[in-house]
């Protein structure tokens, strides 16, 4: 092994152990309250799911126990509503019966709703309750959960072949995009949100830019890739970049966290932990993640918001096959 790739390793060690110790995340918005209790615990995928399950957060925990209930609804806001309802009064009921508490009047609730919401005879009801409360036992035995922890171990249900990003697909100009008033607007938009960071301003004093530069990011970085000729469908890329913008600006961090400056600890925390964490996205599509990062810093260089935007995607690329091992982990 070449002395270059100990050391890399070497790195990698270390940053792992400093994550164990000491990485936890809290809401920007919460840097006002001085009450602040931090629990550490380890990346989602390294919480030691026995072998067949996998670590969840208890949103999506309910939002997997819920499929079933999304196919009696039309793809609106108000099926999605009616659904998430039906979902969470059924996990509800299922765990008072977990606990041997059985809640009659919820019961009586859920038969009232899955028949207005669904269209559901009391027969057809009371037969998807049962199948919804067998399923909760199902994908969460009791006698395997954490203990002291909001997050869950839930069962494999579906195995998926993960494979790396295929960089073959991933082909945009050389040719340089020249700069227009808008791009111009949005990287003074994100020099003043760094200077905000870090100047320690409260939550409530950059919220609102917060929010405008996440959508010209996605907006104008979806044009550049277009303009370079990307083939592949750019809306899968700039997908991406709300998801990292939070983690970047909407999240306290220990360390002063701007889009030029991320250590190497915090790319690992946003691809072993917090995108898993907060992305429900079919496991396949994870690896776009790498991939649009690096090409969206190579956005921010060529519109003059970063001198040199090769140490960042070099750490990207360090990181990547790591990332790879964590989604086999959780979805393999």
């Known amino acids: 092994m070449s002395k270059k790739r100990t050391d890399i390793e070497k790195r990698k060690a270390r940053s792992r152990e400093k994550k164990k110790k000491k990485r936890s995340l809290k809401i920007a918005k919460d840097k006002a309250h001085q009450k602040v209790q931090n629990i550490f615990r380890p990346g989602l995928p390294h919480m030691g799911a026995p072998e067949g399950y996998r670590s969840i957060s208890m949103s999506q925990a309910i939002m997997e126990y819920s499929k ?17 309802q039906a979902g969470m009064l059924l996990w509800n009921y299922s765990l008072s019966l977990e606990k041997q508490e059985e809640d009659k009047g919820l019961k009586s609730k859920l038969l009232n709703i899955l028949s207005k919401s669904f269209r559901l005879d009391n027969e057809k009801a009371s037969a998807l309750i049962t199948k919804m409360v067998s399923r909760y036992r199902y994908l969460f035995p009791e006698e395997i959960q954490p203990k002291g922890t909001p997050f869950m171990f ?20 050389e040719e340089t995009i020249p700069l227009d008033q808008k791009d111009r607007i ?9 200077k905000d ?6 939550w409530d004093t950059y919220e609102k830019l917060f929010h405008s530069i996440k959508e010209e990011c996605e907006e104008r970085f979806e044009l550049w890739l277009i303009n370079k000729g990307l083939k592949d469908n750019p809306g899968d890329y700039s997908f991406c970049l709300s998801t990292y913008l939070d983690f970047i600006y909407g999240y306290m961090h220990d360390d002063t966290v701007v889009l030029k400056s ?16 907060k992305m429900m996205v079919e496991p396949i599509e994870y690896v776009y993640w790498p991939p649009a990062l690096k090409l969206f810093y190579q956005f921010l260089h060529e519109k003059n918001y970063l001198d040199n935007p090769n140490a960042i995607i070099e750490k990207i ?4 096959p790591d990332f790879i091992s964590v989604l086999k982990k959780q979805f393999a």
Not at 186 to 192: C, F, M, P, S, Y
Not at 262 to 271: A, G, H, L, S
Not at 317 to 320: L, R, V
């Open 68 to 84: 079933p209930i999304m196919e009696f609804v039309k793809d609106d806001e108000k099926g999605m509503n009616d659904a998430v």
């Open 154 to 173: 839930i069962r494999k249900e579906v195995r998926y072949l993960i494979r790396p990003f295929d960089y073959n697909k991933l082909r945009v100009s």
């Open 186 to 194: 949005l990287i003074d938009k994100i020099r003043q949100l760094d």
């Open 197 to 202: 960071i870090q100047d320690r301003k409260e």
């Open 262 to 277: 991320v250590p190497e600890i915090y790319f690992i925390e946003f691809f072993e932990d917090f995108l898993i964490r």
């Open 317 to 320: 690329d360090q990181i990547e």
